[in-house]
């Protein structure tokens, strides 16, 4: 993408690895400038491929983050394990795991699509360790933005 910054790599996690992209600068979202968004894909089986018309959001100062999934893409294969190992609990910390490693755990949005948006809502809604850690997310069904209204339900709810 022609003036956005490229970058990626791998996030060791449990062992394996996590592949990810990200269009535009991470440190950008830190001050005033856009959140970076992390994006979830469909699946369990997809990749990150389908949400790439999300780029365009970079080119307007928004670092996006694409990564496949563990099973998935380019991340680690476990061809021999059963579905007892893909859990949401499995992917909840991939999740967690990449968004430590890019360092951004303290400003950042999530959007998920399908499988993602299942993703995003327990990612929005697991305690984290970290005192004002936002978990945002709007949920893929019934009353959008919900969980960031009512505190109770997400006390780590921001509003950006």
């Known amino acids: 993408m022609q003036g956005v910054q490229v970058a990626g790599g791998y996030a060791e996690f449990e062992g394996h690895q996590t592949w990810y992209r990200v269009l535009g600068d991470l440190d ?3 001050a005033d400038g856009p959140v970076p968004l992390v994006t979830l894909h469909g699946g369990p089986g997809a990749t990150h491929d389908y ?3 999300m780029t365009d959001l970079a ?3 928004r670092a996006v983050v694409f990564y496949d999934q563990t099973g998935n893409g380019k991340s680690t294969h476990f061809p021999d394990r059963g579905a007892d190992f893909y859990t949401v609990g499995l992917f909840a910390r991939e999740l967690d ?3 430590s490693h ?3 755990s303290d400003r950042y949005h999530v959007l998920g699509q399908s499988w993602g948006g299942m993703l995003a809502q ?3 809604i697991t ?3 970290l005192q004002n850690a936002p978990r945002c997310c709007d949920l893929q069904f019934g009353r959008p933005g919900r969980l960031r209204q009512d505190r109770r339900l997400c006390p780590f709810a921001c509003s950006t």
């Open 97 to 99: 795991n990449l968004i």
């Open 59 to 61: 080119r307007g100062g």
């Open 122 to 124: 327990e990612h929005a």
């Open 127 to 129: 305690p984290v360790p």
């Open 102 to 104: 890019l360092g951004i």
């Open 28 to 30: 950008v979202g830190r």
């Open 51 to 53: 949400l790439l018309s």
